[in-house]
């Protein structure tokens, strides 16, 4: 009863045995899944106003959120108001001189038949008349100059973004261009991934792709490869890969379809991509 006992338990354990060693030494097909390490694109703009002034009002706070559109920063606008109403009093002024000129010009033409009115009286009148009709039109667009700068005085969000950075306060005196906000954009969200040589073969405009964050039973969020950029460079410092950091690596971007709040800018990600193959392994 022990000896067959003992032959049992032999044939078990050589049973496992050979299992096992099966699934070691079996043809494996090869996986068809590239996994590549990444982060969530650095988007940002800095807002300022194409015209010098004063700093009037700021609406927004670093932190807040904001929809493309939205009114967030101001200039004291009464030097561009005087501006406009000193452009447009000019044109007014030209207007009316002109129809003073048109009016000497069409009796002095309506005469010259008759030769009451010499040819130069003509000619003058005539030249005053078009001159004016010059002068009209410049004054007209010192006008419309005048008022995109006050326009000018307005700084507008962009696109949907948060806000970064408030980095001028009420009162302060800018130069055109200088940022008053710093916007990180919210949509759309790119990812920026690097791919060695090896796999460049296997990625493709519009690959479809899935994007694994940190968090713990966070969202899995699709995309598609939208850039495939042609020229290697050395793996960034910030993307941990398993090979060594001085390959040479080719740069994807990848758009995600479904972003939300919780893909924040900067943030490592890890990236699928389904591979195809022609031939079965």
Known sequence: ?????????????????????????????????????????????DIGFR???????????????????????????SPYLAEVEQAAANVESIMIDLENAEAIYQRRLAVAG????SQ???????????????????AQGSLTIAKDRLSY??????????????????????????????????????????VDEPNLGDVYYGMPVLVYTDRTNGKIYKGKVGFISPVAEFTPKTVQTTALRTDLVYRLRIYIDDPDQHLVQGMPVTVQLMKKYDNQH
């Open 1 to 45: 009863m022990k000896r067959s006992l003992k032959i049992i338990i032999v044939l078990i354990v050589l049973a496992i045995m050979g299992v096992v060693a099966y699934g070691v030494f079996r043809p494996h097909k090869e996986s068809n899944i590239l996994t590549l390490y990444g982060n969530v694109d650095v988007r940002q703009v």
């Open 51 to 77: 015209v010098a002034g004063q700093v009037a009002e700021l609406f927004v706070q670093e932190g807040d959120e904001v929809v493309e559109g939205d009114l967030i920063a101001t200039l004291i606008t």
């Open 114 to 117: 008759d030769q009451a009115v």
């Open 120 to 138: 130069e009286d003509l000619d003058n009148a005539k030249t005053n008349r078009d001159q004016l009709v010059a002068n009209l039109l410049f």
């Open 153 to 194: 005085t307005l700084a507008y969000a962009p696109s949907d973004a948060t806000v970064l950075t408030r980095i001028r306060e009420i009162g302060s005196v800018i130069n055109p261009a200088d940022p008053v906000y710093t916007l990180s954009i919210k949509k759309p969200v790119w990812i920026r991934a690097f």
